[in-house]
């Protein structure tokens, strides 16, 4: 009877040895699930993180302008552009700054000189001079460099070779005279240029020379990128002035 007793007992331990052995079996699984879950958030986490980024980036590449090299004949009338706008626009610039109303003036009115052959509303006289309507520089004027609030009257009559009728709204520009509001910036043609185009916009990275005195061998250098929107108004092909960056100084 006593030997039963004992074996019963010894059982009773075995079975709750089991039951226990059981329990922390389980135990360890639970544990072991969740740092399982834990890692799968981790890396799924991780993957949707990097799987952004990489995107983000990849769109970003995809965005960014990419400027290849102008055909020669674009070239060759961006470098005749830049010839103008040297004279005028040689600093630190973009669209909308204040700027001298007078500038844009002068230089629609080389521009137009420069092609007046491609323009039926010029009208030259004997070679001394050229006439326009005032309606027509304002257009070539926002074609170049945007909207300005230009006054004729108060900034290309006095002392200067453009004049204007207000009463016929006619512009004269005198071709005999050698002042032209610039001519103390000038483009370097010895020195290295490209043009560059993506889509409208065009670059032209070009160095500008200024003259201490006209004529004197005393200059300074800089180094300008030049970016300009290129336009089409009634059949004619326009650059319009955008920004002014340095890049180096010589």
């Known amino acids: 009877m006593e030997v039963d007793m004992k074996k019963s007992f010894l ?10 052995a059981v329990l922390g079996m389980t135990g ?3 544990e072991q699930g969740g740092a399982d879950e834990t890692t799968a958030v981790t890396t799924t986490s991780t993957t949707a993180e990097t799987t ?7 769109t970003a590449a995809e965005t960014e302008p990419v400027f290849e090299a102008v055909s020669d004949e674009e070239a060759e009338r961006i470098h005749a552009y830049l010839h103008i706008f040297a004279q005028y626009y040689n600093s630190p610039y ?3 700054d204040e700027i001298k109303s007078r500038a844009p003036v002068y230089l629609s009115a080389l521009y137009l000189l420069r092609y007046a052959d491609e323009y039926d509303f010029i009208q030259l006289d004997e070679g001394n001079q050229y006439t326009v309507s005032g309606e027509n520089m304002l257009k070539i004027i926002h074609n170049l460099v945007g909207d300005y609030d230009i006054s004729f009257e108060e900034y290309i009559n006095d002392g200067t070779n453009i004049h204007y009728d207000a009463d016929t709204d006619t512009v004269t520009v005198l071709l005999g005279t050698d002042y032209w509001g610039g001519g103390m910036f000038y483009l370097d043609n010895d020195s290295e240029m490209t043009f560059t185009r993506s889509g409208d916009t065009v670059k032209a990275d070009v ?3 200024q003259w201490f005195e006209i004529g004197s061998d005393e200059t300074v250098s800089f180094k300008y990128e030049y970016t300009f929107d290129r336009i089409e108004d009634d059949g004619h092909i326009y650059y319009r002035i955008v920004s002014i960056e340095p890049s180096e100084a010589e």
Not at 11 to 20: H, K
Not at 52 to 58: C, D, L, Y
């Open 11 to 20: 059982s009773v331990i075995l079975l709750l040895i089991a039951a226990g």
């Open 28 to 30: 360890c699984s639970s």
């Open 52 to 58: 952004a980024e990489t995107t983000e980036a990849t």
């Open 94 to 96: 973009k669209q909308g």
């Open 207 to 209: 160095t500008v020379v």
